[in-house]
């Protein structure tokens, strides 16, 4: 084997691990097809690892997976009431304002003292809750519902996540240039590889090419992060530092960008601007069926007062958002169309229809179906 085509191999696996993304466990992912159609994901539960592990297009292509939060820690005036595996399984906790230590984040762990408080999508939102919890810890009782309210409905503004989308539309188009190039080039020298048996001398001018390309795209990178993550300065220079050491990064400078763009949105604002019309409101109605029939899986004593006003604020938020983004969220959640004449009753959660009467639906644990009017 020569060192060229040593080189060669390298590069081809320096590029297929750039292409393997690993978010946190508790992110909901919107993804796009090679044909360009968005479609959510939404974490598993039980969650079971610390991370997802996401193979993204082997094709440059303009951001292919997005991360969202899913819903926020319930938090009420008097403290926070979490789950620190999250998700509908795991044992819940309350930790009063009073008795808390200060709050931390650290990567997408939420932290007082040693206790795990919650666990969420980014580590900007990670960031971002703690800074709200010390905020209302340290604030006068009076004020706290509306600092909570806010941080809820920043979760949700669809307005800001359009107009982070656009603006990065617009950014990664210039980012474009330098990640074809550069695919086009490492193509160009396994195709070489291929046809000629790799001769050096013909690889100069690819060479060259790629010395041009990667300050290029480097400094475009740089421009366009500090757009969207003006405080992330580590991050910034991590990737550009890799895209020297390792070419095939540049390829994927855009998809790096793209990957925490919409951190801090709650998945609905997302949906909102990648999905289409219809996709985006059976998405909302998904959400709210979901929110309005929890499951009931283990026994978890979350009926205190605390997590009652938690849960009811983050459903007003919800529904006020649903409201003025659909209209009436209640026409959401009308009953389906029957499927057959035959179908006496219905899930309100999963919308499975059922040919004879019966108390639960058979998929969701504790949900009592609803007869067809
Ligand atoms: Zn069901």
């Not at 695919?183 to 396994?190: N, P, R, Y």
């Amino acid at each position: 084997m020569t060192n060229e085509f040593a080189l060669t191999l390298v590069l081809f696996a320096v590029y297929v691990i750039e292409c393997i993304f690993l978010p946190s466990a508790h992110a909901s992912l919107f993804k796009c097809s090679i044909r360009g159609r968005w479609r959510v994901s939404l974490p598993t539960s039980p969650i079971t690892s610390t991370y997802r592990i996401v193979v993204e297009g082997l094709l440059p292509q303009l951001g292919s997976v997005f991360v969202s939060e899913p819903a926020p820690p319930l938090i009420s005036p008097s403290g926070v009431y979490c789950f620190p595996g999250r998700a509908d399984t795991g044992s819940a906790k309350y930790i009063d304002f009073a008795d808390a230590e200060p709050f931390l984040s650290k990567d997408c762990t939420v932290l007082t003292g040693s206790e795990v408080v919650c666990s969420s999508g980014s580590a900007q939102q990670a960031q971002l809750v703690s800074e709200l919890l010390s905020k209302v810890k340290a604030s006068e009782s009076t004020r706290r519902d509306a600092l909570i309210t806010a941080d809820f409905q920043r979760m949700l503004n669809t307005q800001r996540a359009a107009r982070r989308w656009r603006a990065y539309q617009k950014a990664a188009g210039f980012l474009s240039l330098g990640s074809w190039t550069m695919f086009g080039t490492l193509v160009a020298l396994s195709a070489m590889l291929a046809v000629f048996r790799f001769q050096a001398v013909a690889a100069w001018p690819l060479a060259i090419l790629i010395l041009i390309v990667i300050p290029h795209t480097a400094y475009v990178f740089y421009r366009v992060h500090l757009i969207f993550f003006r405080r992330k300065v580590g991050d910034r220079w991590k990737q550009i530092v890799l895209m020297f050491l390792t070419p095939p990064a540049c390829i994927r400078a855009s998809d790096f960008i793209a990957h925490e763009l919409f951190a801090g949105f709650h998945s609905l604002a997302v949906s909102r601007v990648l999905l289409d019309d219809v996709e985006s409101r059976d998405f909302a109605a998904r959400t709210l069926r979901e929110m309005m029939y929890p499951l009931d899986i283990g026994a978890h004593n979350d009926s205190s007062e605390g997590a009652e006003w938690a849960k009811g604020k983050w459903m007003t938020v919800v529904w006020e958002w649903m409201e003025h983004e659909f209209g009436d969220p209640r026409q959401l959640i009308d009953a389906p169309r029957k499927a057959t004449a035959g179908c006496v009753c219905y899930c309100p959660r999963c919308l499975t229809q059922y040919l004879f009467l019966r108390n639960s639906c058979s998929d969701c644990p504790g949900i009592t179906v609803k007869p067809f009017c």
